[in-house]
């Protein structure tokens, strides 16, 4: 068994734990002390390992908790909506929103990167953490999309693409009548009728739009979801990269 390193015991946990639990009251999420405490221990290690490759751009625990924690966690009451079955993180990076989704929500999980080292540093996370069905892959999602079509009930993006490429990249995972959750800033209205067009072509439909301000003054968060419902017009995944360099709206 991996021991958590230092960093961890040395850090005020007890504070840290306190502030997650009044954010998460605040948002009204409800998430037992023991979860939070592993959400807490995967930030601490996400922070000490951001020491030797870049894994984040967020050093201030204090900003991190809301950041990474809190805005993962906010996608947790769409997550629920979806029926029993699968989670994919589509370019999971330092493991969100993927980690702690899977930590709160319990589902089965894969948390999918194509940067390898980012991936190797998720699988070390998961060990230290001793997390148990959840399983990071080193792959580009087009080319993982090809042996694991409708596999997933639910598929989650933070910070990955715009909106017409994350559905064209989530739909040939998606079981009928999953659904694929979106965490973006700011999308403009031409990027969400890009989305929905992209999605009528992938078999997709739009069924939720929200938004909310972060606490502290740390951003803005739009969560878009849609929902599988038909089969694709066209054929997917495309080939790799053809989703970006050519998005189909
Ligand atoms: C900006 S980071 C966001 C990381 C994380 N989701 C977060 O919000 O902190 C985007 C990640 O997506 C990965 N990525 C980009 N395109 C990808 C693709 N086609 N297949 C798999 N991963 C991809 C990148 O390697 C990177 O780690």
Do not use: W
Request: aromatic share 4%; glycine share 6%; net charge negative.
């Amino acid at each position: 068994m991996t021991e958590l390193p230092s960093c961890i015991l040395d850090t005020d946990s007890n504070d840290l734990l306190h502030q997650l639990q009044s954010l998460c009251l605040d948002a009204g999420l409800t998430v037992s002390d023991d979860q939070l405490q592993m959400c807490l221990d995967h930030l601490l290690l996400v922070i000490e390992k951001n020491k030797v490759i870049n894994l984040t751009r967020i050093t201030s625990l204090e900003d991190a908790l809301v950041l990474h924690i809190l805005d993962s966690l906010l996608l947790l009451p769409y997550v629920d909506r979806a029926s029993h079955g699968c989670l994919l993180d589509m370019g999971t990076g330092a493991g969100y929103p993927g980690l702690p989704l899977h930590i709160v929500s319990g589902r089965s999980s894969t948390l999918l990167d194509s940067v390898g080292k980012k991936v190797h540093a998720v699988q070390e996370f998961i060990d230290q953490l001793h997390l148990k069905d959840v399983r990071p892959v080193h792959s580009r999602l087009e080319d993982y999309a090809r042996d694991h079509r409708s596999q997933y009930s639910v598929v989650v993006a933070r910070a990955l693409s715009s909106l017409p490429v994350l559905v064209e990249y989530a739909a040939p995972f998606l079981s009928h009548g999953g659904l694929f959750i979106a965490a973006k800033a700011r999308p403009d209205l031409d990027e969400l009728c890009s989305g929905d067009q992209a999605a009528d072509m992938c078999g997709m439909r739009r069924i939720d739009f929200d938004e909310f301000d972060l606490p502290y003054g740390l951003g803005h968060r739009t969560v878009v979801v849609y929902k599988s419902v038909a089969q694709p017009s066209i054929k997917l995944p495309r080939q790799s990269g053809t989703a970006k360099r050519s998005p189909l709206a």
